[in-house]
């Protein structure tokens, strides 16, 4: 028989379904622990026939139901405030309630705060009445009693003690009313997890029920949205398509926050002055607690259409890679990213998956998409994903959990994203992670949102999350055979593509190898699916771009030269053309490898000859030769 039959529960159609689910086994349990969403506000049905729905607390709620069962009072205790009594003074119900509850407790002192064996008495006086009296004891905040449900002191232990051989003895009363059967008076427990009471005081207890309230749905949420648009003067929503759209969008961006959060949006946007239809903004705020949204400033879409020539100035050699970026980085500027699915508003603004050979300009791209957005290319916040091999290295991005040392610190990546929500996050080098590290992102690229050690949620619905890998540079190798058939070798590795090939071939061969890595390898293919088309493949560098590459650094270098000594560096046509041979003769590292080779054959030699002479500042200093001696290079300055 289900709870909401008409047997069970059938009464109260339309209240949470945690609440049907202990008025109906009030015949059969003696004590509940509620654990869960305890602080929100709960749906309830209008007061009176033609009356909107209500929005009521815990407390509230929890007093509403036992009443339809015949109670006539409900004590609250909470180590705060001590005893309190519903309903309170201004009930007209307030005087009959407190001539019952003191014909089971006695005279109450008004916030009397019992001790834990003066709490024992009260308690049994509920649970096991003299008089036919119906009543609840709700004990509020009961994850504050014990100092740790698993290391008791005397006076806790012979507490809880109590309380189990309570929940066995209990007595159930009969009052005339709508429901004359059998009903215990519950004790009511409220707690932040289950396991904030002893273990071994709920185990293979029949007689205790723990109920889990959930943080509401998007039913409940649209529904309350519909109720809060009263606040802005709409009142039926059904006969207004602007405002009943308006609900379902505000539902649909407070997702992951509770009802009485959305109650406090409400208030927010009314102070602010925001209308209905701009709610979301308002829930942004609300989550995100800043008022400046940089995605929203007139000025960033004209920095990305010149960042269209600024970029492939910057990021050489890779054409398709930065077209690419650059759209998505459009798409996040419009608040287009996963426009296509139901739900997208919570998501990432952007989210770019970089590939391809080592030295090809990942990290530039994504400094320079920072600098785009931020002007600032220092403004992203880089993870060497390497530092986070082993498993239990994930503490780190979101904190230790409680018991461990550093839990009070918070996590690095989570504290970040609190302290500023509007940037860049660079992963580098991700398959080097460790899988159970990578779980953390399938929640971070489908909501939008990650819970840190400490239990608070931090929002990644502003930030633009880019990940680099080198993935697909290689395979695993296969097995060398002999003519007959019989291996004689096994290579670890194969090289998978190779400059010279077709762009079109490379993307192919490094997708698939993305696509094997993650499916196969570690068996995560949601997490590549949450990547989806925005894996930008970069290619190798062009001869002709390394030609670029190596015309850049080196006027980075004269430059540097000019600004801290104040010296005029030129260089003669054939010992930089020999200097040019040198550094752009092997690109199998890329840019990098060419800023390595100016570096060792230019850099070094360069300081070696200027630490000699004495320097007079605006002095031109020209180059006239260069000259390899072993592994030695000698430049011959004028």
């Not at 029920?209 to 509401?216: A, Q, V, W």
């Not at 759209?327 to 998501?347: E, N, P, Y």
């Not at 194969?494 to 390898?521: C, L, W």
């Not at 260089?571 to 570096?599: F, H, N, P, Q, V």
Request: hydrophobic residues 40%.
């Amino acid at each position: 028989m289900s709870i909401d039959s008409p047997t069970l529960g059938g009464r109260l159609q339309g209240w949470p379904p945690f609440i049907r689910e202990l008025d109906a086994t009030l015949s059969v349990h003696s004590q509940y622990v509620l654990s869960g969403n305890l602080y929100d506000s709960f749906l309830a049905p209008p007061a009176q026939v033609g009356s909107p729905a209500r929005l009521l607390p815990l407390r509230e709620l929890l007093w509403e139901t036992l009443r339809a069962s015949g109670a006539s009072f409900m004590v609250v205790y909470d180590p705060v405030d001590g005893l309190q009594i519903c309903p309170d003074d201004g009930d007209e119900l307030s005087d009959e309630a407190r001539r019952d509850a003191e014909r089971l407790l006695g005279r109450l002192k008004p916030d009397d705060k019992p001790s834990l064996e003066a709490l024992t008495r009260h308690l049994a006086a509920v649970a096991r009445p003299q008089d036919n009296v119906r009543g609840a004891f709700v004990i509020d905040s009961a994850s504050r009693i014990a100092r740790t449900p698993t290391d008791l002191e005397p006076a806790e232990r012979d507490f809880f003690r109590f309380c189990a051989k309570l929940s066995r003895t209990a007595r159930p009363v009969r009052v005339v009313g709508a429901r004359p059967k059998p009903l215990y008076n519950p004790v009511v427990w409220l707690v932040e997890r289950p396991g904030d009471l002893p273990p071994w005081m709920t185990t293979d207890n029949e007689t205790i029920r723990e109920i889990t309230i959930p943080r509401p749905h998007l039913g409940d949420r649209q529904e309350t949205a519909r109720l809060l648009a009263r606040a802005f003067g709409v009142s039926d929503t059904g006969a207004d398509e602007a405002a009943a759209a308006a609900c379902d969008a505000f539902a649909e961006q407070a997702d992951g926050l509770t009802l009485q959060s959305m109650i406090e949006v409400t208030r927010l946007a009314k102070e602010r002055n925001v209308s209905l239809a701009d709610l979301p903004d308002a829930v942004r705020t609300y989550k995100l607690g800043v008022l400046d949204n940089p995605w929203s400033r007139g000025h960033l879409r004209r920095r990305v259409l010149e960042g269209e020539k600024r970029v492939p100035e910057r990021v050489i050699g890779q054409p398709q890679a930065v077209t690419k970026t650059l759209d998505i980085l459009k798409r996040a500027v419009l608040g287009l990213s996963g426009a296509q699915a139901t739900r997208s508003g919570s998501r990432p603004r952007g989210v770019l998956f970089f590939a391809g050979p080592t030295g090809t300009g990942k990290t530039e791209l994504a400094k320079a998409v920072t600098e785009l957005i931020f002007g600032d290319e220092s403004a992203y916040l880089r993870f060497d994903m390497s530092e986070f091999s082993g498993e239990g290295s994930g503490d780190r991005l979101i904190g230790a959990p409680p018991g461990y040392v550093g839990h009070e610190a918070g996590g690095e990546l989570t504290n970040a994203v609190r302290e500023d929500p509007f940037r860049v996050m660079l992963f580098d080098e991700i398959e080097k992670a460790h899988p159970r590290i990578l779980d953390k992102f399938l929640q971070i690229l489908e909501d939008g949102r990650l819970t840190d050690g400490r239990g608070n949620t931090v929002h990644f619905s502003e930030s633009i999350l880019i990940f680099t890998s080198n993935l697909g540079m290689y395979v695993p190798g296969r097995d060398l055979t002999t003519p007959g058939g019989q291996t004689y070798a096994t290579a670890n590795r194969v090289q998978n593509i190779t400059p010279g090939m077709s762009y079109d071939e490379v993307a192919q061969r490094i997708k698939g190898a993305v696509a094997e890595h993650f499916t196969e390898v570690l068996n995560r293919p949601e997490l590549l699916n949450r990547f989806g088309d925005n894996i930008v493949v970069f290619d190798f560098i062009s001869a002709d771009a390394a030609q670029q590459i190596f015309e850049l650094q080196f006027a980075n270098i004269c430059k540097r030269v000019s600004e801290e000594h104040r010296l005029v560096l030129t260089m003669e046509g054939d010992a930089l053309e020999t200097l040019r041979g040198w550094c752009t003769a092997e690109l199998d590292s890329g840019g990098r490898g060419i800023g390595m080779a100016l570096e060792s054959y230019f850099v070094n030699p360069l300081a070696r000859a200027l630490f000699d002479r004495e320097l007079v500042p605006d002095e031109p200093i020209t180059v006239s030769g260069i000259r390899r001696e072993g592994s030695i290079v000698h430049l011959d300055l004028l």
